[in-house]
């Protein structure tokens, strides 16, 4: 039971930042979802990382 606890005070604390973060590029706040599970934010670290080198090319 403690072990479901940290990982849900865990996972609040870094979807909420998310839920801001995805906006500013282009995302759905939606896909914050994903960062529940380890391989969905591993691919919304690589989606945002590509968007910013984009962002950053303009």
Known sequence: ?????????????????????????????AWAALWVLPVGALILLWVMAMKLQDMERR
């Open 1 to 29: 039971m403690t072990e479901f606890v940290v990982w849900a005070l865990f996972t609040v604390a870094t979807v909420i930042p998310m839920l801001k973060l995805l906006p500013h590029f282009g995302l759905q706040k």
